[in-house]
């Protein structure tokens, strides 16, 4: 017998015995009782995203304040380009990661610099000379200020999080209302043959492991920036 | 009645701590923040209430199906290249895990935060292989310097001052002195960074593991699990067999209900799923993803239809920062892996009943862990089931003997009236060896006062007042 069949067999066996629903107590049933599947139900329940687009663009704003993420939305691509040039200038950039993209590849040409593209397999210890990293994302999330980043969709695993600040572009069609329905957008994008890594990224990298105070950049970028037209 | 070795050290552990005024005021300091931010995340919820019942379904639904979803979990990770592997015992885990490491002719490790680990003294067995094994969660980073357990499932270093962090740092890995946390931070992040660079293989947990698509999701803030699954050319998750999650919707209810509940975040920094090691036209990613599933007594929980909700835990900690017993005695002194409430339910049943009953017995059975658990777990009517399973098993021929004596005298009305006079008499001489050796109430008095006998039982009173 393998461990797996084990493993199986046990649980098969502890599983004949059936446990009662959560919230029981005594015999009585649980004040809320919530027999369908989730999520659909349950949505209503969580923190809400926002009907329209403003609604969402608000609320996707607040979030980001609160978070320490830098978002701006803008009227064309030019003034994001612009945008990206002042912080080039500001920070003084020498070198950017990014990969190749319908958004990205106009605003590196633009900017100007040396690109360091993941997609021709890279070396690591350059990439962490690089001043940013530059991609793009499959969604923004209003509920919570989240966005969403794959292997596929935005250059791999490391471009996203070794370069010690993240700039994200994104369009205006792509902000969704919540988690649920994000992860519905993955589910149709992707089904197929999904990408190796699905990353939900909320805010810039962060610690509270001293004395629960804030600290921004423990391992990961120390700023976030989404620029969106 | 002879109590285990485990529960010496715990009343020991505890009877220092509790009077260590210092370890009070970081504790407290360190839950009121969670306490008014995990509020604030809260009541943005439109029903926080309706979602831990969701939440709690969603969960039974999956364990009460666990072979199933085991199984579609299983086939579909492997179908895009991941090696599973499943593991009974710590003992096979470890050896799975060493396994993979010499098969690499690995040198340098670098893990990502992960109770199981700790549960199988993983970190131990690879570092007696003579292999380097850094912890790069910044909390568990301290500890590990500091040659120590996590203090918190969820904030290992939660014990720790500023100062003595400091400290650490310049006796370890020779930085200036700074107050400033951020200063801090950035020592470690810098020295992270080359372990990151020149790791071999990279290990991390889990939270959840989605069944529907053969995902393992990591939840983080740091974003070192995320370095650790993109730049080695090995990953290994180690994941219990309970963390299984029907479908990918599910993750829209639970990362918000573990950040509130973890940590008063309304989500977590970065929250990702892994279906396997690097595709065909990605640019990186490692080569090789091994997921180990570790049973390791759970299934002797799960066979347990009564405590079976114990494994709906999705470690949030949330148990542990509001339980007044964690609050005093702090969570090293209770010798486990898990500690707080969860860790009191759980203990008995991976490691042992009669070694680890005190546990539950070390409860003012208040009910705060209950209340807050995002999973609804019966926590403290389990401390009572652990009790009462306990004492069913290996019943105290002390305690049987007192309760004998108790019905015998209660069930005698001259004697029952004859002992409350003695106890009149005697009360009033009570002060001279209270507290002492002698007194016969010493475990109680010790700290408490014992109320005195009235002067008057309720029948006398009645009987007079005619």
């Known amino acids: 017998m393998t461990e797996r069949e084990n493993i199986l067999g046990r649980i098969r066996e502890a599983l004949r015995l059936s446990a009662p629903h959560p919230g029981t107590h005594g015999g009585h049933e649980p004040a809320v009782a919530f027999a369908d599947r989730p999520v659909h139900v349950a949505q209503q329940w969580l923190p809400p995203g926002g009907e329209t687009f403003e609604e969402q663009v608000e609320r996707f704003r607040a979030a980001s304040a609160e978070l320490k993420t830098e978002f701006q939305l803008f009227a064309s691509r030019e003034e994001a380009h612009a945008s990206l040039a002042k912080l080039r200038d500001s920070e003084g950039w020498k070198k950017i990661a990014a990969h190749s993209g319908e958004l990205t590849d106009p605003a590196a040409a633009a900017l100007g610099l040396p690109v360091l593209r993941s997609e021709r397999g890279y070396d690591v210890n350059e990439m962490e000379t690089c001043d940013a990293g530059l991609t793009e994302c499959d969604a923004l999330v209003a509920q919570t200020g989240t966005l969403i980043v794959t292997s596929r969709s935005s250059g791999g695993r490391a471009v996203s999080v070794l370069p010690p600040h993240h700039v994200v572009l994104a369009r205006r069609g792509q902000m969704v209302r919540d988690l649920a329905a994000a992860l519905a957008l993955v589910q149709r994008k992707y089904a197929h043959d999904y990408p190796s890594m699905i990353s939900l990224v909320t805010g810039p990298s962060r610690t509270g492991d001293i004395e629960r105070i804030l600290v921004l950049g423990a391992h990961g970028p120390k700023k976030l920036t989404v620029l969106c037209w | ?466």
């Not at chain 2, 680990?117 to 292989?129: P, V, W």
């Open chain 2, 1 to 466: 009645m002879s109590a285990s070795s485990q529960a010496r050290d715990f009343s020991a552990k505890a009877r220092v701590i509790t009077r260590d005024l210092r370890h009070r005021g970081l504790i407290q300091t360190a839950l009121k923040k969670y306490e008014v931010a995990r509020g604030r995340k809260a009541s943005a919820f439109n029903d926080w209430q309706s979602a831990r019942q969701a939440a709690a379904e969603t969960k039974w639904d999956a364990i009460n199906h666990l072979d199933t979803y085991l199984e579609e979990l299983v086939a579909k990770l492997e179908a895009r290249g991941t090696k599973v592997h499943w593991a009974s015992t710590a003992t096979q885990a470890r050896e799975i895990i060493l396994g993979i490491i010499k098969s690499k002719n690995a040198r340098c490790i670098i893990k990502s935060k992960a109770m199981t680990a700790e549960e199988i003294h993983l970190n131990d067995a690879m570092e007696k292989q003579g292999y380097e094994v850094v912890e790069s969660d910044l909390g568990e980073y301290i500890v590990q310097l500091r040659h120590e357990p996590p203090y918190h499932i969820v904030f290992p270093a939660m014990h720790l001052t500023r100062d003595d962090i400091s400290d650490l740092f310049q006796r370890e890995l020779g930085s200036a002195p700074t107050r400033e946390p951020e200063e801090l931070t950035m020592i470690a992040r810098r020295a992270l960074r080359k372990k990151y660079l020149a790791a071999d293989i990279g290990i991390t947990g889990a939270n959840f593991a989605i069944a529907e698509t053969g995902m393992i999701s990591i939840t983080e803030n740091e974003g070192n699990a995320r370095l650790t699954a993109a730049l080695p050319k090995t990953m290994i998750s180690l994941l219990g067999i309970e963390k299984v999650l029907p479908k990918m919707e599910d993750l829209a209810l639970f990362l918000p209900m573990l950040a509130t509940a973890g940590a008063g975040q309304a989500i977590t920094c970065y929250n990702t799923m892994y279906g396997g090691p690097r595709q065909p036209g990605e640019s990186d990613g490692p080569e090789e993803y091994h997921v180990v599933l570790l049973d390791n007594r759970r299934t002797e929980l799960l066979a347990d239809p009564e405590q079976r909700d114990a494994l709906h835990c999705i470690r949030c900690g949330a148990c542990l920062n509001v339980c007044p017993i964690f609050r005093n005695v702090g969570g090293h002194t209770y010798g486990t892996t898990y500690s707080g409430p969860i860790g009191s339910v759980i203990t008995p049943h991976l490691r042992g009943l009669q070694d680890w009953k005190h546990l539950s017995a070390s409860s003012s059975l208040c009910g705060a862990c209950t209340e807050t658990c995002p999973v609804k777990i019966d926590l403290h009517h389990h401390l009572l089931h652990n009790r009462r399973n306990a004492s069913v098993e290996k019943p105290s021929s002390l305690e049987r003997f007192a309760y004998k004596m108790f019905a015998f005298v209660a069930n005698r009305p001259g004697l029952w009236q004859f002992s409350k006079e003695i106890a009149r008499l005697l009360q009033p001489l009570h002060p001279l060896v209270k507290g002492t050796a002698l007194d016969p109430a010493k475990s109680w008095t010790a700290t408490r006062e014992l109320a005195p006998v009235a002067d008057e039982s309720f029948k006398e009173w009645w009987r007079n007042r005619r």
